[in-house]
């Protein structure tokens, strides 16, 4: 079983950074296509970014410019760099994973990948 762990969530005023991080309990990151969603109380949830198993990103629509995915193999992580965050960013992140083979053309897919994560909470104040 294929279990995301997260790690990396806080507290942050408008403007500010934070970098979250993604590891695979018990296998490789590089095996999988990886990404970010987050839901807010009261809220659908939102694909963030996704990055396939060639490091091919894809973003939401409103993350394009401040938040940026990458993979780090020797670290065995994925990581979501977040900038200029803004108090509707403010929502519980998490990680999800698919299948290596999977192919998903949108970078708000990762709501509809397999395998999640606990997720981390983000807190954006004004």
């Known amino acids: 079983q294929v279990q995301p762990v997260e790690s990396g969530g806080g507290s942050v005023q408008s403007g500010g950074s934070l970098r979250l991080s993604c590891a695979v309990s018990?296998?490789?990151?590089?095996?999988?296509?990886m990404g970010w969603f987050r839901q807010a109380p009261g809220k659908e949830r939102e694909g963030i970014a996704t990055?396939?198993?060639?490091?091919?990103?894809r973003y939401a629509d409103f993350v394009k410019g401040r938040f940026i995915l990458s993979r780090d193999n020797a670290k065995n992580t994925v990581d979501l760099q977040m900038n200029s965050l803004k108090p509707e960013d403010s929502a519980m992140y998490f990680c999800?994973?698919?299948?290596?083979?999977?192919?998903?053309?949108?970078?708000?897919?990762?709501?509809?990948?397999?395998?999640r994560g606990q997720g981390t909470q983000v807190t954006v104040s004004s």
């Open positions: 999800a994973a698919a299948p290596g083979h999977y192919y998903f053309e949108a970078g708000s897919a990762a709501v509809r990948f397999p395998f």
């Open positions: 018990g296998s490789t990151v590089s095996k999988y296509y």
């Open positions: 990055i396939d198993v060639n490091n091919i990103t």
